[in-house]
């Protein structure tokens, strides 16, 4: 599965919330708003997530594996600081 495109939305502001992307793989399948995130630890990223009736956030598509997550963290980040 390859990556073959990335969108990039910055959030303006003094938030931890610095954009949020879009990744499109196989020119096929995409999701979107993946949150950059400023960490105590430099930028990561969280996968689209709602509450549920409990009020507990979950992850509404994410890897599988870290190696996975990785490659999209990777993409993404370089695709942000490109911006």
Known sequence: ME???IRIKKVEGEN???AY???TFDDS???HNIK???GNNGLFIAMP???TRS???KDVAHPINSQFREKIQSAILE???AE
Request: glycine fraction near 4%; avoid cysteine; charge should be positive.
């Open 3 to 5: 990556i073959t495109d």
């Open 21 to 23: 992307a879009s990744i």
């Open 79 to 81: 695709a942000y600081q």
């Open 29 to 31: 399948f995409v999701i």
């Open 16 to 18: 931890k919330l610095k």
């Open 55 to 57: 009020g507990e956030m």
């Open 49 to 51: 997530s709602r509450r």
């Open 36 to 38: 950059v995130i400023e």
